[in-house]
């Protein structure tokens, strides 16, 4: 089952925490209140962004699609000079930079993007799409998820468990046993 992190306010996590009881975790409690909903949804629901005020809230009536759905959280933008080069340079990586063949990993190259050490660049980003793109979804969330977690500037493929087999300790009664007696 895909795994979700959300960021609560401390109100929200004490809300949560008030519906949980025992065998009922938050999880459960975040599926539940998911699930209530999605049979009240009739309509498309609309996009919404903070007005210049801080204040309000206003309503863009665009129809959602696919990509927006993914991931609206992520602001792009910027001065009137910024070139498609500098977008690769932001610790954010915008909706238009992801590839839609690896969208099952976009929160966490989001999240590997931000974090990682080192330079980030058009070429840099394309060698990790490219080496994302070779491998199996379970591999690329587990390579995403190593490398977010160390800030690698780079992804990594995980090692296979057992990869690397330990050296045998020496069996000394047998090779006493072994020698020739004098």
């Known amino acids: ?32 209140l998911i699930d209530s909903q999605m049979g ?32 609206n959280n992520t ?15 932001k610790k954010t990586l915008g909706d238009e930079l992801i590839p839609n063949d690896l969208l099952d990993c976009d929160q966490l190259l989001r999240e590997f993007w931000s974090v990682k050490k080192g330079v980030r660049s058009e070429r840099v ?10 491998w ?3 591999v690329r969330r587990s390579a995403l998820e190593a490398a977010a977690n160390a800030g690698w500037p780079d992804v990594y493929e995980p090692r296979q468990l057992g990869g690397r087999q330990q050296q ?15």
Do not use: C
């Not at 109100?11 to 975040?30: C, I």
């Not at 602001?75 to 340079?89: F, P, V």
């Open 125 to 134: 980003f394309h060698r990790v799409i490219n080496k994302l793109r070779e």
């Open 40 to 71: 009240n949804l009739d309509t498309p629901g609309k996009l919404i962004k903070p007005s210049p005020e801080g204040e309000k809230v206003l309503s863009l009536d665009i129809p959602t699609t696919k990509e927006s759905l993914i991931s």
């Open 168 to 182: 045998q300790g020496t069996d000394w009664d047998a090779l006493e046993k072994s020698l020739p007696k004098f």
């Open 75 to 89: 602001l792009t933008g910027g001065s009137k000079g910024e070139t498609e080069k500098d977008a690769y340079a």
């Open 1 to 32: 089952m895909p795994s979700v992190s959300l960021r609560l306010t401390d109100d929200q996590v004490s809300w949560l925490d008030a519906q949980t009881r025992q065998f009922r975790n938050r999880s459960d409690v975040v599926r539940d």
């Open 136 to 138: 199996t979804p379970a």
